[in-house]
T-cell receptor, first 109, second 115 residues
């Protein structure tokens, strides 16, 4: 099983739709989790950290399920500008990040 | 937020030549810098971790003699791809963190094409 696994998509959704991504991880000792957004040929940008209690930032909600070893990202009221690749990541032992391959989202008018 | 500047953003070089990529933390002291590589449609894979003033720690499968990393100061780390081959063509990206903050900040990335 890969360290961090995501459905590559693409997810093609209309504007205004709600879309959810899941990401599974194999290391049960992992303590920190993140969602990053990566635009084509650009560096990843931190979208949000993921906490056990779940967290919300505007239209974005992240959840962590330790029992099932997955994290999720929910995007409500999708905008055209949300089109990007969403990477989940867990913190590594050296302070590095271990990334999934990313899930591509395409929001259509 | 903290700023990490990576240069160059894009480079094309001939097989057999060496390419140096710089990563600078502009407004904080980076005790640790990470170098990642991303092939098309793949995840960012950690190549090496460097701490200021000490030798870099390389991930399994990454040749330390081919990918030279120098972290001589708290604001600068360099990655030199020596004797580049076409299979080294990839997106190289650094990230930097300070010991006081858990978040790592990314440079803009360098797209290397070896012809």
């Amino acid at each position: 099983r890969k360290e961090v696994e995501q459905d590559p998509g693409p997810f093609n959704v209309p504007e205004g739709a709600t879309v959810a991504f899941n990401c599974t991880y194999s290391n049960s000792a992992s303590q920190s989790f993140f969602w990053y957004r990566q635009d084509c040929r650009k560096e990843p940008k931190l979208l949000m950290s993921v906490y056990s209690s779940g967290n919300e930032d505007g239209r974005f909600t992240a959840q962590l399920n330790r029992a099932s070893q997955y994290i999720s990202l929910l995007i409500r009221d999708s905008k055209l500008s949300d089109s990007a690749t969403y990477l989940c990541a867990r913190g590594g032992s050296q302070g590095n990040l271990i990334f999934g391959k990313g899930t591509k989202l395409s929001v259509k008018p | 937020g903290a700023v990490v500047s990576q240069h160059p953003s894009r480079v094309i070089c001939k097989s057999g030549t060496s390419v140096k990529i710089e990563c600078r933390s502009l407004d904080f002291q980076a005790t640790t810098m990470f170098w990642y590589r991303q092939f098309p449609k793949q995840s960012l894979m950690l190549m090496a971790t460097s701490n200021e003033g000490s030798k870099a720690t390389y991930e399994q499968g990454v040749e330390k003699d081919k990918f030279l990393i120098n972290h001589a100061s708290l604001t600068l780390s360099t990655l030199t791809v020596t004797s580049a081959h076409p299979e080294d063509s990839s997106f190289y990206i650094c990230s930097a963190r300070t010991g006081y903050v858990t978040e790592a900040f990314f440079g803009q990335g360098t797209r290397l094409t070896v012809v």
